[in-house]
């Protein structure tokens, strides 16, 4: 990994692979909340992940309009829906609330 990659807890590493696995949750999304680049998120993910997994999860993501702001209709710097998965709590700080 790059030097210049912010240190995370193994919390934060889950959080990051739980939301570059969602569909709607776009990259930005995750540099927003964790610093984490694009390419960075992707070396997250092939560390994390069985190799296989990591396969599936590229090719499902690689050109996909959702998980890339400007290419997404679904977002605009007007309405700006931000993100949020229905699991994550309304005040942000990553931590899902109690089910």
């Not at 939301?19 to 070396?43: K, N, Y």
């Not at 005040?91 to 089910?99: E, P, V």
């Amino acid at each position: 990994m790059n030097t210049n990659q912010p240190i995370l807890t193994q919390i934060d590493l889950d959080r990051v692979v739980e939301m570059a696995w969602e569909d709607r949750t776009p990259f930005d999304a995750i540099t927003t909340q964790f610093g984490l680049s694009e390419q960075q998120v992707i070396e997250v993910m092939r560390q994390e992940m069985k190799a296989s997994s990591f396969r599936m999860w590229r090719a499902r993501v690689q050109g996909r309009k959702t998980k890339h702001t400007a290419k997404s209709p679904l977002f605009d710097e007007e309405s700006d829906p931000r993100f949020r998965s229905k699991s994550q709590r309304i005040i942000t700080g990553n931590k899902l609330s109690k089910r």
